[in-house]
């Protein structure tokens, strides 16, 4: 049985925010050389406010926290939450905790464990908390908080999925990075995904920022999950209409043809697993 507050979160209905001012210490979701996400998936209705007073999100005041510097006082919000399903956040927390010293930055970073089912309870205890800046979401609930959010920057919007969480004045605001660090990762790889085509191991909230970033020039995006529907989810909110779902069984074929292969699952985190043979 869900608590009110619970409950509260699974009736919110995020607005979508096309240009949320936010301080670049704390996400690089406002940076402004991200590459934007394709613009065929935003519908213009969607920037408007909700009829729920509950959802709208104020612009930060010269009073408010979030108006403050990126250095946070003693008074200020001192903990970024970090929210995964197994517990094994600490390496992430150790290079927040490394990031927050050499800013001069007086908060920590505290790894929380929780299940999907305790997932939007967290939700609703981090925005009653001042002391939380927000929060950097991990697998399995990147595509759930994109659902229980007071609000959507553009690439969490097209995407549906949220990595990092920023807490303003009241509302929780989220946000998409890993469209940024994969289109990178590919520029500096020196890949042009112009023509080409792509198979994408996975269907949670990394499958999706990779198929945004790769959807506009790829010739061919082919999704392949345990889960098929959860593929054809993905397929179907990003416009995906050249590859497009793939069971399991098809990956000995897809992996001679794909000219790009992107594991977005959690296979391989433990430094010595691997999905199929190199060879």
């Not at 935003?42 to 979030?66: E, F």
């Not at 150790?94 to 299940?115: D, K, P, Q």
């Not at 909230?205 to 529907?229: C, F, H, Q, Y």
């Amino acid at each position: 049985v869900r608590s009110s507050a619970a409950s509260d979160v699974y009736k919110r209905q995020p607005i979508y925010i096309p240009d949320f001012p936010l301080d670049p210490l704390r996400t690089r979701a406002s940076n402004p050389s991200m590459p934007p996400s394709n613009p065929r998936t935003r519908a213009t209705s969607s920037t408007s406010r909700t009829p729920r007073a509950t959802t709208i999100t104020p612009r930060p005041t010269t009073s408010s926290p979030a108006s403050s510097s990126s250095t946070a006082s003693s008074k200020g919000p001192t903990k970024l939450l970090l929210l995964g399903g197994d517990g094994d956040g600490e390496p992430a927390a150790s290079l927040f905790n490394a990031g927050f010293a050499a800013a001069g930055i007086a908060a920590a970073c505290e790894v929380r464990a929780v299940t999907p089912a305790e997932f939007p309870e967290a939700i609703a205890a981090m925005r009653s908390d001042d002391g939380v800046l927000g929060a950097a979401v991990m697998m399995p609930h990147t595509v759930a908080a994109s659902r229980l959010l007071d609000g959507l920057g553009p690439e969490a919007q097209a995407i549906k999925a949220v990595n990092t969480i920023s807490h303003r004045a009241g509302a929780l605001i989220g946000w998409n990075t890993d469209r940024c660090g994969f289109a990178q990762a590919l520029d500096e790889a020196g890949f042009l995904a112009k023509g080409r085509s792509a198979l994408v191991l996975g269907a949670g909230g990394a499958a999706r920022a990779s198929v945004d970033a790769l959807r506009e020039t790829a010739a061919k995006i082919w999704v392949t999950s345990p889960d098929l529907d959860e593929a054809r989810a993905v397929c179907r909110d990003l416009d995906v209409t050249s590859g497009g779902p793939a069971p399991l069984g098809s990956l000995s074929l897809l992996v001679r043809k794909a000219e790009l292969i992107v594991n977005a699952t959690p296979v391989g985190t433990d430094g010595q697993s691997v999905l199929f043979p190199v060879e």
